[in-house]
Protein backbone atom coordinates (compact mmCIF):
# COMPACT_ATOMS: atom_id res chain seq x y z
CA UNK A 1 0.00 0.00 0.00
CA UNK A 2 0.99 3.62 -1.14
CA UNK A 3 1.22 6.38 1.74
CA UNK A 4 1.21 9.32 0.17
CA UNK A 5 0.16 13.02 2.90
CA UNK A 6 -2.58 14.94 2.29
CA UNK A 7 -0.56 17.76 0.38
CA UNK A 8 -1.16 18.37 -3.22
CA UNK A 9 1.88 17.99 -5.43
CA UNK A 10 2.63 21.06 -6.83
CA UNK A 11 4.35 20.42 -10.56
CA UNK A 12 8.21 20.96 -10.65
CA UNK A 13 8.23 24.13 -11.79
CA UNK A 14 6.69 26.01 -8.70
CA UNK A 15 8.39 23.93 -6.36
CA UNK A 16 11.58 25.77 -7.84
CA UNK A 17 9.87 28.74 -9.01
CA UNK A 18 12.61 31.19 -6.91
CA UNK A 19 14.77 28.37 -5.87
CA UNK A 20 17.27 27.85 -9.42
CA UNK A 21 20.14 30.14 -7.95
CA UNK A 22 22.90 28.63 -5.69
CA UNK A 23 22.51 29.46 -2.46
CA UNK A 24 24.58 32.86 -1.44
CA UNK A 25 28.06 32.27 -0.03
CA UNK A 26 28.09 32.26 3.94
CA UNK A 27 27.63 35.30 6.15
CA UNK A 28 29.94 34.14 9.28
CA UNK A 29 31.09 36.02 12.28
CA UNK A 30 35.11 35.43 12.00
CA UNK A 31 34.94 33.97 15.21
CA UNK A 32 32.93 31.16 13.77
CA UNK A 33 34.25 27.52 12.53
CA UNK A 34 32.49 26.51 9.50
CA UNK A 35 32.23 24.38 6.12
CA UNK A 36 33.85 26.43 3.17
CA UNK A 37 33.02 26.22 -0.57
CA UNK A 38 36.13 25.83 -2.64
CA UNK A 39 35.63 25.06 -6.29
CA UNK A 40 39.15 24.46 -7.29
CA UNK A 41 40.77 21.50 -6.58
CA UNK A 42 39.52 17.95 -5.64
CA UNK A 43 35.89 17.66 -4.32
CA UNK A 44 35.18 18.54 -0.19
CA UNK A 45 32.66 16.86 2.34
CA UNK A 46 33.18 19.90 4.56
CA UNK A 47 29.17 19.33 6.48
CA UNK A 48 30.51 16.39 7.58
CA UNK A 49 28.87 12.68 7.32
CA UNK A 50 25.34 10.96 8.80
CA UNK A 51 24.17 7.72 9.70
CA UNK A 52 20.35 6.97 9.74
CA UNK A 53 18.02 4.19 10.32
CA UNK A 54 20.69 1.62 11.32
CA UNK A 55 19.01 -1.83 11.82
CA UNK A 56 20.59 -5.25 12.49
CA UNK A 57 21.84 -5.34 9.20
CA UNK A 58 21.52 -2.28 7.34
CA UNK A 59 22.41 1.43 7.19
CA UNK A 60 22.21 4.80 5.39
CA UNK A 61 25.16 6.96 5.12
CA UNK A 62 24.65 10.87 3.91
CA UNK A 63 27.15 13.13 2.69
CA UNK A 64 27.25 16.55 0.81
CA UNK A 65 29.73 17.57 -1.47
CA UNK A 66 31.31 21.19 -2.64
CA UNK A 67 30.62 20.42 -6.29
CA UNK A 68 29.50 17.41 -8.53
CA UNK A 69 31.23 14.00 -7.35
CA UNK A 70 30.92 10.54 -7.01
CA UNK A 71 29.83 8.92 -3.64
CA UNK A 72 32.22 6.44 -2.80
CA UNK A 73 31.77 4.33 0.93
CA UNK A 74 34.12 2.02 2.55
CA UNK A 75 33.29 -0.20 5.61
CA UNK A 76 35.66 -1.78 7.83
CA UNK A 77 35.67 -3.66 11.31
CA UNK A 78 38.73 -1.27 12.32
CA UNK A 79 39.99 1.82 12.11
CA UNK A 80 42.89 0.50 10.11
CA UNK A 81 40.49 0.00 6.97
CA UNK A 82 41.79 -3.17 6.52
CA UNK A 83 40.07 -5.73 4.67
CA UNK A 84 37.23 -3.26 4.03
CA UNK A 85 34.24 -3.37 1.76
CA UNK A 86 33.61 -0.88 -0.82
CA UNK A 87 29.87 0.34 -1.61
CA UNK A 88 29.75 2.74 -4.73
CA UNK A 89 27.09 5.61 -4.17
CA UNK A 90 25.37 7.86 -6.50
CA UNK A 91 26.44 10.65 -8.29
CA UNK A 92 26.02 13.99 -6.58
CA UNK A 93 25.32 17.09 -8.20
CA UNK A 94 23.35 20.19 -8.22
CA UNK A 95 19.76 18.40 -8.24
CA UNK A 96 20.00 17.30 -5.02
CA UNK A 97 21.90 20.30 -3.25
CA UNK A 98 24.76 18.21 -4.01
CA UNK A 99 23.97 15.87 -1.74
CA UNK A 100 24.00 11.88 -1.82
CA UNK A 101 22.68 8.92 0.74
CA UNK A 102 24.05 5.29 0.28
CA UNK A 103 22.77 2.43 1.53
CA UNK A 104 24.57 -0.28 3.62
CA UNK A 105 23.36 -4.07 3.61
CA UNK A 106 24.39 -7.25 5.06
CA UNK A 107 26.19 -5.89 7.60
CA UNK A 108 27.26 -7.49 11.01
CA UNK A 109 24.98 -7.43 13.63
CA UNK A 110 25.63 -6.08 17.48
CA UNK A 111 29.16 -4.82 16.27
CA UNK A 112 31.09 -1.33 15.95
CA UNK A 113 31.12 -0.51 12.15
CA UNK A 114 33.84 2.24 10.82
CA UNK A 115 33.00 3.91 7.76
CA UNK A 116 34.84 6.56 5.19
CA UNK A 117 33.27 8.64 2.40
CA UNK A 118 35.48 9.72 -0.41
CA UNK A 119 34.13 12.21 -3.15
CA UNK A 120 35.71 11.46 -6.51
CA UNK A 121 35.66 13.75 -9.47
CA UNK A 122 33.28 12.31 -11.90
CA UNK A 123 35.21 13.36 -14.57
CA UNK A 124 38.51 11.45 -13.43
CA UNK A 125 38.34 9.04 -10.56
CA UNK A 126 41.30 9.23 -9.52
CA UNK A 127 40.94 12.69 -8.90
CA UNK A 128 39.04 12.47 -5.18
CA UNK A 129 38.88 14.77 -1.87
CA UNK A 130 40.39 14.09 1.78
CA UNK A 131 38.07 10.95 2.98
CA UNK A 132 35.55 11.75 5.98
CA UNK A 133 35.69 9.18 8.83
CA UNK A 134 32.24 8.42 10.76
CA UNK A 135 31.31 5.18 13.01
CA UNK A 136 28.50 3.45 13.84
CA UNK A 137 27.07 0.45 15.98
CA UNK A 138 24.76 -1.67 14.03
CA UNK A 139 21.70 -3.00 16.03
CA UNK A 140 22.28 -6.14 18.41
CA UNK A 141 20.81 -9.79 17.34
CA UNK A 142 20.78 -10.75 21.14
CA UNK A 143 18.54 -9.68 23.55
CA UNK A 144 21.54 -9.35 26.04
CA UNK A 145 23.47 -7.09 24.60
CA UNK A 146 21.05 -4.20 25.31
CA UNK A 147 20.21 -0.82 24.31
CA UNK A 148 20.43 2.91 24.89
CA UNK A 149 19.43 5.47 23.13
CA UNK A 150 18.72 9.37 23.46
CA UNK A 151 15.90 11.72 22.17
CA UNK A 152 14.87 15.17 21.97
CA UNK A 153 14.05 18.17 19.43
CA UNK A 154 13.60 21.56 18.48
CA UNK A 155 16.79 23.32 17.02
CA UNK A 156 17.66 26.65 15.97
CA UNK A 157 14.63 27.95 17.49
CA UNK A 158 12.93 31.85 18.39
CA UNK A 159 15.88 33.59 17.27
CA UNK A 160 18.50 31.61 19.30
CA UNK A 161 20.94 30.17 16.40
CA UNK A 162 24.55 28.99 16.92
CA UNK A 163 26.29 31.48 19.20
CA UNK A 164 30.54 30.97 19.12
CA UNK A 165 30.98 32.65 22.43
CA UNK A 166 29.08 29.60 24.04
CA UNK A 167 30.94 27.41 21.95
CA UNK A 168 27.92 26.95 19.73
CA UNK A 169 25.15 23.67 20.37
CA UNK A 170 27.50 22.41 23.38
CA UNK A 171 24.79 19.99 24.20
CA UNK A 172 25.60 17.64 21.43
CA UNK A 173 28.84 17.32 22.33
CA UNK A 174 27.43 16.44 25.67
CA UNK A 175 25.17 13.31 24.18
CA UNK A 176 27.84 12.41 21.96
CA UNK A 177 30.11 11.88 25.13
CA UNK A 178 27.47 9.91 26.27
CA UNK A 179 27.93 7.34 23.60
CA UNK A 180 24.56 6.01 22.99
CA UNK A 181 23.40 3.54 19.89
CA UNK A 182 21.30 6.33 18.33
CA UNK A 183 19.29 9.95 18.39
CA UNK A 184 16.13 9.97 17.65
CA UNK A 185 14.92 13.62 16.49
CA UNK A 186 11.42 14.14 17.67
CA UNK A 187 10.99 16.99 15.18
CA UNK A 188 11.85 20.71 14.72
CA UNK A 189 15.25 20.01 12.82
CA UNK A 190 15.23 23.11 12.11
CA UNK A 191 12.71 26.98 12.16
CA UNK A 192 12.46 27.70 8.76
CA UNK A 193 9.61 30.51 10.31
CA UNK A 194 12.40 32.03 12.12
CA UNK A 195 15.42 34.68 11.23
CA UNK A 196 18.45 34.47 13.24
CA UNK A 197 19.50 37.94 13.52
CA UNK A 198 23.32 38.70 14.43
CA UNK A 199 22.49 39.48 17.92
CA UNK A 200 19.91 39.66 20.90
CA UNK A 201 20.05 41.33 23.84
CA UNK A 202 18.96 39.53 26.77
CA UNK A 203 16.65 40.91 29.28
CA UNK A 204 19.53 40.77 31.95
CA UNK A 205 21.47 43.32 29.40
CA UNK A 206 23.95 40.47 28.01
CA UNK A 207 24.74 39.83 24.02
CA UNK A 208 23.69 36.94 22.73
CA UNK A 209 25.61 36.57 19.09
CA UNK A 210 24.57 34.19 16.24
CA UNK A 211 26.29 32.95 13.27
CA UNK A 212 24.75 34.40 10.02
CA UNK A 213 23.38 33.00 7.03
CA UNK A 214 21.88 34.87 4.30
CA UNK A 215 19.12 31.93 3.87
CA UNK A 216 18.44 32.28 7.69
CA UNK A 217 17.63 36.28 7.60
CA UNK A 218 13.96 35.63 6.56
CA UNK A 219 11.28 33.12 6.67
CA UNK A 220 12.57 30.10 4.14
CA UNK A 221 9.86 30.35 0.84
CA UNK A 222 11.99 28.90 -1.93
CA UNK A 223 13.96 25.63 -2.30
CA UNK A 224 16.94 27.70 -1.67
CA UNK A 225 15.94 29.06 1.38
CA UNK A 226 14.95 25.31 2.79
CA UNK A 227 18.61 23.84 2.02
CA UNK A 228 19.92 26.94 3.72
CA UNK A 229 17.94 26.03 6.55
CA UNK A 230 19.02 22.76 7.09
CA UNK A 231 22.42 23.30 6.34
CA UNK A 232 22.69 26.35 9.07
CA UNK A 233 22.75 23.96 12.04
CA UNK A 234 25.61 21.59 10.17
CA UNK A 235 27.95 24.94 10.37
CA UNK A 236 28.37 23.73 14.35
CA UNK A 237 31.43 21.76 14.79
CA UNK A 238 29.75 20.19 18.06
CA UNK A 239 27.38 18.79 15.48
CA UNK A 240 29.16 17.51 12.96
CA UNK A 241 31.02 15.16 14.88
CA UNK A 242 27.97 13.93 16.83
CA UNK A 243 26.47 12.74 13.55
CA UNK A 244 30.25 11.05 12.95
CA UNK A 245 29.59 8.87 15.92
CA UNK A 246 25.91 8.84 16.49
CA UNK A 247 23.39 7.37 13.67
CA UNK A 248 20.07 9.22 13.70
CA UNK A 249 15.88 8.37 13.47
CA UNK A 250 14.97 11.43 12.14
CA UNK A 251 11.15 12.65 12.06
CA UNK A 252 9.44 16.16 11.41
CA UNK A 253 7.23 18.65 12.56
CA UNK A 254 5.86 21.91 11.82
CA UNK A 255 8.87 24.27 12.46
CA UNK A 256 10.54 22.43 9.21
CA UNK A 257 7.92 24.31 7.10
CA UNK A 258 6.41 27.01 9.35
CA UNK A 259 4.27 27.39 12.76
CA UNK A 260 1.65 25.26 13.39
CA UNK A 261 0.93 24.51 9.45
CA UNK A 262 -1.54 21.54 8.37
CA UNK A 263 -2.13 20.44 5.19
CA UNK A 264 -4.54 22.37 1.86
CA UNK A 265 -3.34 26.27 5.10
CA UNK A 266 -3.38 29.23 3.38
CA UNK A 267 -1.35 31.75 4.82
CA UNK A 268 -2.52 35.24 6.36
CA UNK A 269 1.23 36.48 7.28
CA UNK A 270 3.07 39.25 5.66
CA UNK A 271 5.73 37.69 6.05
CA UNK A 272 5.41 35.01 3.10
CA UNK A 273 5.33 35.75 -0.21
CA UNK A 274 4.11 32.43 -1.07
CA UNK A 275 0.82 31.96 0.97
CA UNK A 276 -0.24 27.98 0.13
CA UNK A 277 1.23 26.12 2.21
CA UNK A 278 0.95 22.66 -0.24
CA UNK A 279 3.66 24.42 -2.17
CA UNK A 280 5.72 25.06 1.14
CA UNK A 281 5.66 22.04 2.76
CA UNK A 282 6.47 20.42 -0.88
CA UNK A 283 9.70 22.58 -0.84
CA UNK A 284 10.76 21.58 2.21
CA UNK A 285 9.89 17.73 1.82
CA UNK A 286 12.39 18.42 -0.94
CA UNK A 287 14.80 19.67 1.10
CA UNK A 288 14.44 17.34 4.29
CA UNK A 289 14.87 14.31 1.92
CA UNK A 290 17.98 15.64 1.05
CA UNK A 291 19.70 16.51 4.37
CA UNK A 292 18.53 13.56 6.36
CA UNK A 293 19.44 9.56 5.96
CA UNK A 294 15.62 8.88 6.45
CA UNK A 295 15.06 5.12 4.90
CA UNK A 296 11.37 5.42 3.67
CA UNK A 297 12.78 8.63 1.74
CA UNK A 298 15.54 7.11 -0.22
CA UNK A 299 15.00 7.44 -3.58
CA UNK A 300 16.19 3.75 -4.41
CA UNK A 301 13.69 2.11 -1.95
CA UNK A 302 11.75 4.63 -0.21
CA UNK A 303 8.14 5.48 -0.28
CA UNK A 304 7.88 8.75 0.55
CA UNK A 305 6.72 8.71 3.97
CA UNK A 306 7.98 9.90 6.58
CA UNK A 307 6.33 6.90 9.31
CA UNK A 308 7.99 4.20 9.76
CA UNK A 309 9.47 0.88 11.74
CA UNK A 310 13.17 1.26 12.82
CA UNK A 311 13.62 -2.09 14.59
CA UNK A 312 16.67 -2.19 16.84
CA UNK A 313 17.11 -6.26 17.34
CA UNK A 314 14.81 -8.09 19.94
CA UNK A 315 14.22 -5.63 22.67
CA UNK A 316 12.78 -2.54 20.68
CA UNK A 317 11.20 -0.91 17.89
CA UNK A 318 10.85 2.61 17.14
CA UNK A 319 7.74 3.51 15.32
CA UNK A 320 8.05 7.27 13.78
CA UNK A 321 5.00 9.11 13.55
CA UNK A 322 4.39 11.70 10.95
CA UNK A 323 1.23 13.80 12.66
CA UNK A 324 1.71 16.40 10.67
CA UNK A 325 1.12 15.21 6.41
CA UNK A 326 -2.44 13.57 7.40
CA UNK A 327 -4.01 15.58 9.38
CA UNK A 328 -6.83 17.90 9.52
CA UNK A 329 -6.90 21.83 9.78
CA UNK A 330 -6.81 22.81 13.48
CA UNK A 331 -9.83 23.59 14.78
CA UNK A 332 -11.46 24.06 17.92
CA UNK A 333 -11.37 20.14 18.10
CA UNK A 334 -15.00 19.57 19.29
CA UNK A 335 -16.09 17.57 16.71
CA UNK A 336 -17.95 14.27 17.44
CA UNK A 337 -16.57 12.44 14.49
CA UNK A 338 -13.28 12.69 12.65
CA UNK A 339 -12.09 10.07 10.90
CA UNK A 340 -8.66 12.07 9.89
CA UNK A 341 -7.76 12.93 12.98
CA UNK A 342 -3.83 13.77 13.68
CA UNK A 343 -2.66 10.81 11.89
CA UNK A 344 -5.06 10.37 9.06
CA UNK A 345 -6.83 7.68 8.43
CA UNK A 346 -4.03 5.10 6.70
CA UNK A 347 -1.73 5.72 8.90
CA UNK A 348 -3.55 5.23 11.81
CA UNK A 349 -4.53 1.11 9.93
CA UNK A 350 -0.80 1.20 9.41
CA UNK A 351 0.27 2.20 13.37
CA UNK A 352 -1.96 -0.81 14.19
CA UNK A 353 -0.45 -3.43 11.99
CA UNK A 354 2.36 -2.96 12.58
CA UNK A 355 2.43 -2.77 16.89
CA UNK A 356 0.43 -6.01 16.29
CA UNK A 357 3.05 -7.39 14.35
CA UNK A 358 6.01 -6.29 16.35
CA UNK A 359 7.78 -9.16 18.79
CA UNK A 360 10.32 -6.62 20.68
CA UNK A 361 10.23 -6.13 24.05
CA UNK A 362 9.62 -2.52 24.15
CA UNK A 363 7.62 -0.54 21.31
CA UNK A 364 8.60 3.19 21.48
CA UNK A 365 5.93 5.39 19.96
CA UNK A 366 8.06 8.31 18.42
CA UNK A 367 5.39 10.95 18.38
CA UNK A 368 6.41 14.95 17.49
CA UNK A 369 3.26 16.21 19.48
CA UNK A 370 2.27 15.38 22.78
CA UNK A 371 -1.03 13.44 23.75
CA UNK A 372 -2.32 15.36 26.79
CA UNK A 373 -0.80 18.36 26.73
CA UNK A 374 -2.85 21.47 25.42
CA UNK A 375 -0.49 23.27 22.71
CA UNK A 376 -3.09 26.27 21.58
CA UNK A 377 -2.90 27.88 18.13
CA UNK A 378 -4.28 31.03 18.51
CA UNK A 379 -7.29 31.98 20.66
CA UNK A 380 -9.77 29.41 19.15
CA UNK A 381 -7.60 26.50 17.80
CA UNK A 382 -5.45 23.79 18.57
CA UNK A 383 -2.43 22.33 17.83
CA UNK A 384 -2.18 18.76 19.26
CA UNK A 385 -4.30 16.10 20.27
CA UNK A 386 -6.06 17.92 23.89
CA UNK A 387 -8.41 20.83 23.25
CA UNK A 388 -9.03 21.50 26.88
CA UNK A 389 -12.18 19.76 27.43
CA UNK A 390 -11.71 17.39 30.17
CA UNK A 391 -14.55 14.95 28.91
CA UNK A 392 -15.24 12.14 26.96
CA UNK A 393 -13.01 12.14 23.15
CA UNK A 394 -13.66 14.64 20.84
CA UNK A 395 -11.70 16.12 17.61
CA UNK A 396 -8.46 14.23 16.80
CA UNK A 397 -8.66 12.70 20.26
CA UNK A 398 -11.09 10.16 18.95
CA UNK A 399 -8.35 8.79 16.84
CA UNK A 400 -6.02 8.53 19.70
CA UNK A 401 -8.97 7.01 21.63
CA UNK A 402 -9.23 4.15 18.90
CA UNK A 403 -5.43 3.61 19.11
CA UNK A 404 -4.74 3.26 22.75
CA UNK A 405 -8.08 0.68 23.12
CA UNK A 406 -6.59 -1.26 19.97
CA UNK A 407 -3.24 -1.63 21.88
CA UNK A 408 -5.23 -2.58 25.38
CA UNK A 409 -7.82 -5.56 23.39
CA UNK A 410 -4.93 -6.80 21.68
CA UNK A 411 -2.77 -6.82 24.60
CA UNK A 412 0.12 -5.37 23.21
CA UNK A 413 3.01 -4.80 25.94
CA UNK A 414 5.67 -2.52 26.30
CA UNK A 415 4.45 0.99 24.39
CA UNK A 416 5.83 3.41 25.36
CA UNK A 417 5.50 7.43 23.58
CA UNK A 418 8.50 9.78 23.67
CA UNK A 419 8.24 13.09 21.93
CA UNK A 420 9.46 17.34 21.95
CA UNK A 421 7.59 19.97 20.67
CA UNK A 422 6.96 22.00 23.65
CA UNK A 423 10.09 23.03 25.15
CA UNK A 424 10.52 21.89 28.70
CA UNK A 425 10.66 18.20 30.41
CA UNK A 426 8.02 16.27 31.69
CA UNK A 427 6.76 12.87 32.51
CA UNK A 428 3.20 12.00 31.77
CA UNK A 429 1.55 9.01 33.30
CA UNK A 430 -1.81 8.03 31.91
CA UNK A 431 -4.13 5.88 33.62
CA UNK A 432 -7.86 5.09 32.85
CA UNK A 433 -8.97 6.13 36.57
CA UNK A 434 -8.05 9.52 36.15
CA UNK A 435 -9.64 9.49 32.60
CA UNK A 436 -12.87 10.04 31.28
CA UNK A 437 -11.70 7.60 28.80
CA UNK A 438 -11.44 4.64 30.06
CA UNK A 439 -11.56 1.98 27.76
CA UNK A 440 -7.32 1.83 27.91
CA UNK A 441 -4.19 0.40 29.61
CA UNK A 442 -2.35 2.69 31.23
CA UNK A 443 0.95 4.28 30.05
CA UNK A 444 4.09 6.68 30.57
CA UNK A 445 4.92 9.91 28.09
CA UNK A 446 8.18 11.14 28.72
CA UNK A 447 8.88 15.09 26.75
CA UNK A 448 12.07 16.20 26.42
CA UNK A 449 13.84 19.40 24.43
CA UNK A 450 14.76 21.95 23.31
CA UNK A 451 18.42 21.01 22.02
CA UNK A 452 18.92 24.58 20.93
CA UNK A 453 16.14 26.79 20.96
CA UNK A 454 13.70 28.92 23.54
CA UNK A 455 12.21 27.46 26.95
CA UNK A 456 8.92 28.20 27.64
CA UNK A 457 6.46 27.59 30.61
CA UNK A 458 4.61 23.72 30.77
CA UNK A 459 1.30 23.87 29.33
CA UNK A 460 -1.99 22.62 30.65
CA UNK A 461 -3.02 18.98 31.12
CA UNK A 462 -6.56 17.76 29.66
CA UNK A 463 -7.98 14.87 31.35
CA UNK A 464 -9.92 12.88 28.62
CA UNK A 465 -6.96 9.93 29.00
CA UNK A 466 -6.54 10.55 32.93
CA UNK A 467 -2.60 12.09 32.26
CA UNK A 468 -0.53 12.71 36.00
CA UNK A 469 2.23 15.30 35.27
CA UNK A 470 4.39 13.46 38.04
CA UNK A 471 7.45 15.57 37.39
CA UNK A 472 8.08 18.92 35.14
CA UNK A 473 11.00 21.18 34.86
CA UNK A 474 10.18 24.09 32.59
CA UNK A 475 10.87 28.44 33.11
CA UNK A 476 8.77 30.49 34.57
CA UNK A 477 8.24 32.99 31.47
CA UNK A 478 8.69 32.14 27.43
CA UNK A 479 11.44 32.22 25.36
CA UNK A 480 14.24 31.98 27.60
CA UNK A 481 17.07 31.69 25.76
CA UNK A 482 20.11 28.98 26.48
CA UNK A 483 22.25 31.32 27.98
CA UNK A 484 19.57 31.59 30.55
CA UNK A 485 17.98 27.83 30.79
CA UNK A 486 19.69 24.15 30.73
CA UNK A 487 18.41 22.52 27.20
CA UNK A 488 16.64 19.18 27.75
CA UNK A 489 17.41 15.65 26.34
CA UNK A 490 15.91 12.10 27.50
CA UNK A 491 17.70 8.23 27.74
CA UNK A 492 16.60 5.51 27.80
CA UNK A 493 18.55 2.77 28.64
CA UNK A 494 16.72 -1.53 28.07
CA UNK A 495 18.72 -3.87 30.38
CA UNK A 496 19.55 -6.62 28.36
CA UNK A 497 19.19 -9.29 31.08
CA UNK A 498 16.29 -8.35 32.95
CA UNK A 499 14.81 -6.09 29.95
CA UNK A 500 14.53 -3.19 32.46
CA UNK A 501 13.78 0.03 30.37
CA UNK A 502 15.32 3.62 32.41
CA UNK A 503 14.06 6.66 31.26
CA UNK A 504 16.12 9.50 32.30
CA UNK A 505 15.01 12.95 31.81
CA UNK A 506 18.66 15.13 31.39
CA UNK A 507 19.67 18.81 31.39
CA UNK A 508 22.23 20.18 29.82
CA UNK A 509 25.13 20.21 32.12
CA UNK A 510 25.37 16.17 33.54
CA UNK A 511 22.68 16.24 35.83
CA UNK A 512 19.60 13.74 35.88
CA UNK A 513 16.50 15.39 37.32
CA UNK A 514 14.21 12.65 36.91
CA UNK A 515 14.50 8.65 36.26
CA UNK A 516 11.69 5.64 35.82
CA UNK A 517 12.27 2.34 35.81
CA UNK A 518 9.43 0.35 33.87
CA UNK A 519 8.88 -3.29 33.09
CA UNK A 520 8.95 -5.37 30.14
CA UNK A 521 5.98 -7.87 29.16
CA UNK A 522 2.86 -5.28 30.54
CA UNK A 523 0.49 -4.39 29.00
CA UNK A 524 0.07 -1.12 31.19
CA UNK A 525 2.38 0.20 33.29
Not at 326 to 354: M, V, Y
Not at 379 to 391: M, N, R, S
Request: proline share 7%; with cysteine; glycine share 8%.
Amino acid sequence: MSYRPRIPSPDRRTVLRGSLAASAALTLPVAAAAPAFALSGRPRAAWGVQVGDVTASSALVWVRSDRPARMIVETSATESFRRARTWHGPLVGSGTDFTGTTPLYGLPAGEQVHYRVTLADPDDPRRTGEPVYGTFRTAPARRRDGVRFLWSGDIAGQGWGINPDIGGYRVYDEMRRLDPDFFLCSGDNIYADGAIEPSVTLPDGRVWRNVTTEEKAKVAETLAEYRGNFRYNLLDDNLRKFNAQVPSIIQWDDHEVRNNWYPGQILDDVRYTEKNVDVLAARSMRAFREYFPVSTLHESSGDGRVHRVVRHGPLLDVFVLDMRSFRNANSPGRQPDDTTGILGAEQLDWLKRELSRSRAVWKVIAADMPLGLVVTDGATDFEAVAQGDPGAPLGRELQIAELLRFIKHRRITGTLWLTADVHYTSAQHYAPERAAFKDFAPFWEFVSGPLAAGGFPANALDSTFGPDRVFVRAPDRANVSPMESPQFFGEVDIDGDSGELTVRLRAQGGSVLFSKVLQPGRVGQ
